[in-house]
């Protein structure tokens, strides 16, 4: 499967962005998948992720009550709505996808095989 990553950008503290991820097979029941992000000079950071059968996504405690993943199965994409950005949010987020993750290696990111290409989100006044 392929991913592309879009919707980063430059928003200011307290600002909302929506990042979109499309698939370019069916992912939703047959796919885990989640958002990382990657400050510079640092490794890979689970956002969130959703397993292969659906059902609540999962959140890293640093964007709980901010962040929300939902999947359009019929488009084959999945959205990471990003409320209430903080300057500590500036990265460069990826979508990533497996066929075999297990729900208790979603926040590793080993543990997929397909990732898009990213897309920079700076918060910033």
């Known amino acids: 499967v392929q991913l592309q990553a879009s919707g980063g950008g430059l928003v200011q503290p307290g600002g909302s962005l929506t990042l979109s991820c499309v698939a370019s097979?069916?992912?939703?029941?047959?796919?885990?998948v989640a958002w990382f992000r990657q400050f510079t000079g640092k490794e890979r950071e689970f956002v969130g992720g959703i397993n292969r059968s659906g059902g609540t996504p999962i959140y890293a405690d640093s964007v709980k009550g901010r962040f929300t993943i939902s999947r359009d199965s019929a488009k084959n994409t999945m959205f990471l709505q990003m409320n209430n950005l903080r300057p500590e949010d500036t990265a460069v987020y990826y979508c990533a996808a497996s066929p075999t993750i297990i729900t208790s290696r979603l926040r590793v990111p080993s543990a997929y095989g397909y990732w898009g290409q990213g897309t920079l989100v700076t918060v910033s006044s």
């Open positions: 097979r069916r992912t939703y029941g047959a796919y885990g």
